[in-house]
């Protein structure tokens, strides 16, 4: 039980993004559910988590090629209700859907390019807002070119979706 109360939101980031396909958990963060789940060794789960871009591939090691320059930053989106749909597909209460799925409440906005991004292909979850570690990864279904004076990109609320069900 106490791996349940300390994990159970950020477990529930194992995604199927609708604007994505294909989720990589990484290493890092599979080791800590084997870890924290059957070998009884606390894992802290990030009071924040941070939504990076990358120009290619991500792994289950790293994030690819991540955006830098031109007012790029990661998206802190703090791990709460109110950040979060339950599986229910709302942020109130305690989730009780059936599908194992958590979707973002609000829009996650990017910095508005101050330069050219290039052609953005995946996107990753990390726990700091540089460096720090890589938690999934994923491509976008739609690649994305972003050049110097286009509109913030954005992931539009319920549009980031994670799934712990198959």
Not at 20 to 39: C, G, P, Q, T
Not at 114 to 128: E, K, L, M, N, P
């Amino acid at each position: 039980m106490k791996y349940l109360r300390g994990i159970a939101g950020f477990l529930a980031l194992m995604f199927i993004a609708t604007s994505a396909h294909a989720i990589a958990m990484s290493n890092y963060w599979e080791n800590k559910l084997v870890d924290e789940l059957f070998r009884a060794t606390p894992y802290s789960v990030p009071a924040t988590l941070y939504v990076g871009l990358s120009t290619a591939a991500c792994s289950d090691t790293g994030v690819g090629t991540e955006v830098t320059g031109g007012s790029y930053a990661r998206v802190a989106v703090v791990s709460a209700t109110t950040a979060w749909n339950g599986t229910h597909g709302t942020a109130t209460g305690a989730s009780s859907g059936t599908n194992g799925t958590v979707s973002n409440v609000g829009v996650i906005t990017f910095p508005a390019p101050t330069a050219s991004w290039g052609v953005v292909t995946h996107f990753f979850v990390s726990d700091a807002a540089s460096a720090g570690n890589i938690l999934f990864c994923s491509a976008l279904t739609v690649s994305k070119t972003i050049n110097n004076g286009d509109s913030a990109p954005s992931f539009a609320a319920g549009s980031l979706t994670f799934q712990i069900d198959n």
